[in-house]
């Protein structure tokens, strides 16, 4: 098969489509990475693979993406492929579209994680079900990676056929490995010193979705309710420039001179899991999530999880030895989750084991060569039916 992943931004393409790139063209498929860079557009090859930059902007304006959607057309239509995979909410609305129009054979859409849920207002819920209905006219496959995803599309009846699966999400095990990683050998000068105190981390864009306000004003309540115990607090992650959203800047720099040297902030890197394997404490207080591929990060490093109680996160802290849930915007509900590892620190440590279970449901050359037999399944069964 020639197949095209398509997404709409770079660190989607990089975080999470390498591993499945390399596994197709390991089965002798040929893969072209499409993506939105900025402005930048044309053929470009990265670590070894053919990657074509086209201009997607994040927001739903009609005009442009009519011209997004007029220029992979144009793109489809001179490349030939047999099957176009898209992921995210943007580049499954543009792609899809594009694909369908160009003639291509076989479209799958990814979703992770559908922009409506069950904390949405009713009318945000249906107006954005109707438009993912419209969208299964111009899709042969859905993949989701949340088991609520699955349900809601089955319920729906998103997709005309029963071709939706839930796939779930993966991580590298040999990557996050806690008995790999040596303190000492961190890049950061901040963590090469002896580790002294209880830290607390979490890793994400620094958008107000993923909660930044919350761990920030919670980590000041922790440090005032503990005067005598030392604390680290750990942001790992950056604000991609094609953000809309920037103003969390001016909170994380007040709370830097708030919190002082107990603040670190890492901005974008690639050695996210010694980062993690410095956390006592793992924290994703999102207000929006598919199946958070961080929390699974933490959970293959054996971390303790204090996550919101929002869709895909609920599905993963799903008991109380492998974390909390907190109610999503609650910096009260933050901290008394904070609080309550640190007085109950050592009964916590001694019942985790999220490691092994991460590593028996979420292991991503287990989870990725998964899904491309359902691809390549259907492709087969949907090709011998047009014939």
Known sequence: MKVCQLCAVKFTAEKFLLQLVESLEERNHEVTLVYGDGQRSGWEFKRGKKVFLVEIKRNFKILYKIKEIFKLYSFFKKEKFDVVHCHSPIGGLVGRI????????????????????????KLTY?????????????????????????????????LRSNNIFYIGNGVDSNIFDPYRIQRNNLSSPIL????????????????????????????????????????????????????RDKSITKHINQYKRILGDSLILTGFINNVEDYINCMDVFCLPSYREGLPVSIIEAMMMNKYIVATNIRGSRELVNNKSLGILVEPKSTQELFDAFRYYVNNRQNIEAKLNSRAIAINLYEVKKITKYQIDIIEKIYKELILNEK
């Open 98 to 121: 594009a694909a369908k129009l160009a003639g291509v054979n076989f479209i799958i859409y990814t979703v992770h994680g559908f922009y409506f849920h069950d904390r949405s207002n």
């Open 192 to 243: 090469n010193a002896k580790k002294d105190g209880i830290y607390f981390g979490m890793v994400g864009r620094l958008v107000k979705e993923k909660g930044v306000m919350e761990f920030l004003e919670s980590s000041h309540k922790l440090m005032q309710s503990f005067p005598d115990e030392s604390f680290k607090f750990i942001i790992v992650g950056g604000i991609l420039e094609t953000e």
């Open 126 to 158: 249906k107006l954005h079900l109707l438009l993912e209905k419209f969208l299964g006219f111009f899709t042969d496959l859905i993949l989701t990676v949340s088991r609520e995803d699955f349900l809601t599309a089955q319920e729906n009846k998103i």
